[in-house]
């Protein structure tokens, strides 16, 4: 069975750091591209960023460039989303969620349960 | 960027009808549309790639129509079940953006 779980979650002051993880298990991850989504509390859903199955391509939204790095880990099948200079509008859950395909260009099949961000002093 | 605008934001309908909903990209996106649907409290889930392709295991009252800018996702008997958020995502190019959402919901 293919699975998502995310980790990392928890509260941070303004201008803090977190990193969040997925480990990913039932599928050869390293040939599946992989993103994080978030939600902000009543929001709809915002792309995060995209990472291509072997690490190579990474794509952004403009409001998380410079401050969060999305990476992978294919040897422990698990992705990555290092966040600096945490703002309160950062405050979502994340998602981490697997491409159908290698491709970034392709929808996101499979999604994590969530792990939650709060930015607060 | 590709900006994706849905509408309605939320709609309200009997069992049994006819729902549809619609989702617009400010460029052109040949059928790289997702469609995403969203129970309240949990993960999305993908319900339509390559804009008109259900995923394995989605209802068949669920149809799909469009290409290039504008795109329809329609239930065609709602049921209960069916309540939910529902989401159109662009996946031409980076960033790949979510439209606002549609709220369904029984009357």
């Known amino acids: 069975e293919v699975q998502l779980l995310e980790s990392g979650g928890g509260l941070v002051q303004p201008g803090g750091s977190l990193r969040l993880s997925c480990s990913a298990s039932g599928f050869t991850f390293n040939t599946f591209a992989m993103s994080w989504v978030r939600q902000a509390p009543g929001k709809g859903l915002e792309w995060v960023s995209i990472i291509s199955g072997g690490g190579d391509a990474t794509y952004y939204t403009d409001s998380v460039k410079g401050r969060l790095t999305i990476s992978r880990d294919n040897f422990k099948n698990t992705l990555y989303l290092q966040m600096n200079t945490l703002r309160a509008e950062d405050t979502a859950i994340y998602y981490c969620a697997k491409s159908r395909g290698g491709a970034v260009r392709d929808g996101l099949h499979i999604w994590g349960q969530g792990t939650m961000v709060t930015v607060s002093s | 960027d590709i900006q994706m605008t849905q509408s309605p934001s939320s709609l309200s309908a009997s069992v049994g009808a006819r729902v549809t909903i619609t989702c617009r990209a400010s460029?052109?996106?040949?059928?790289?549309l997702a469609w995403y649907q969203q129970k309240p409290g949990k993960a999305p889930k993908l319900l339509i790639y390559?804009?008109?392709i259900l995923q394995s295991g989605v209802p068949s009252r669920f149809t799909v129509s469009g290409s290039g800018t504008d795109f329809t996702l329609t239930i065609s008997s709602l049921q209960p079940e069916d309540v939910a958020t529902y989401y159109c995502q662009n996946y031409n190019s980076a960033p790949l953006t979510f439209g606002g959402g549609t709220k369904v919901e029984i009357k």
């Open positions: 460029q052109h996106i040949s059928n790289y």
């Open positions: 390559a804009a008109s």
